[in-house]
Nanobody, 114 residues
Framework: QVQLVESGGGLVRPGGSAELSCQAS????????MAWYRQTPGKQRERVVL???????NYEDSVKDRFNASGDIVRGTLNLQMNNSKLDDTAVYYC????????WGQGTQVTVSS
């Protein structure tokens, strides 16, 4: 089993920055990819960024020029630097790890508001 714990988030002003962190524990050696997803009420969870064990990073188009992801899959860490935040970035952000199956964190709320 893999456990994921997110931290960070909270209230962010439009145009401001926030940083999210995710730490995996347990059988982290099974993890191949890690990702950040986000979800708003009534909508499907959408992937924000995916990092592969090989180091490839793929961003969702709406965050590509504003968010920066970093991490160490071997150590089970994943970070997300959110810059130039927009109202539409408001969501619960979930850390995801793919190994023998998918694992999810409990989520952390990010609210972009003036």
């Amino acid at each position: 089993q893999v456990q994921l714990v997110e931290s960070g988030g909270g209230l962010v002003r439009p145009g401001g920055s926030a940083e999210l962190s995710c730490q995996a524990s347990g059988m982290i050696f099974v993890i191949g990819n890690m990702a950040w997803y986000r979800q708003t009420p009534g909508k499907q969870r959408e992937r924000v960024v995916l990092i592969s064990k090989g180091g490839n990073i793929n961003y969702e188009d709406s965050v590509k020029d504003r968010f920066n992801a970093s991490g160490d899959i071997v150590r089970g860490t994943l970070n997300l630097q959110m810059n130039n935040s927009k109202l539409d970035d408001t969501a619960v952000y979930y850390c995801n790890a793919i190994g023998r199956c998918g694992y999810w964190g409990q989520g952390t709320q990010v609210t972009v508001s003036s």
